[in-house]
């Protein structure tokens, strides 16, 4: 079983930055995949970005350019670096991790993962 914990949400203005991290524990972090989700009030839960067991990484399109999603094994912990902060990125900001299945391809859906945190709030004001 994996925990998974996110920390560094908070409030900011439109077109400052935020940095979250995801602590993972009770697994084997370098062979998961990671990803990071979001959920707006009154919308589905989205897909944001994903990072590779082989640190490939991969965005939604809204926020390609301006977010970036790395990974520290050592340290068990995913980071998603979020630059030019928009009102529309409002939303509580969830981390996932999905097993190591062969022929996968990119982790872009919900159901690809197997583990999520609790979550962060990430405001931003305009």
């Known amino acids: 079983q994996v925990q998974l914990v996110e920390s560094g949400g908070g409030l900011v203005q439109a077109g400052g930055s935020l940095r979250l991290s995801c602590l993972a524990s009770?697994?084997?972090?370098?062979?998961?995949?990671m990803g990071w989700f979001r959920q707006a009030p009154g919308k589905e839960r989205e897909f944001v970005g994903g990072?590779?067991?082989?640190?490939?990484?991969y965005y939604t399109d809204s926020v390609k350019g301006r977010f970036i999603i790395s990974r520290d094994n050592p340290k068990n912990t995913v980071y998603l670096q979020m630059n030019s902060l928009k009102s529309e990125d409002t939303a509580v900001y969830y981390c996932a991790a999905g097993r190591k299945r062969s022929g996968s391809g990119y982790y872009t859906v919900s159901g690809q993962y197997d583990y999520w945190g609790q979550g962060t709030q990430v405001t931003v004001s305009s």
């Open positions: 009770g697994g084997t972090f370098s062979s998961y995949a």
């Open positions: 990072i590779l067991w082989s640190r490939s990484t």
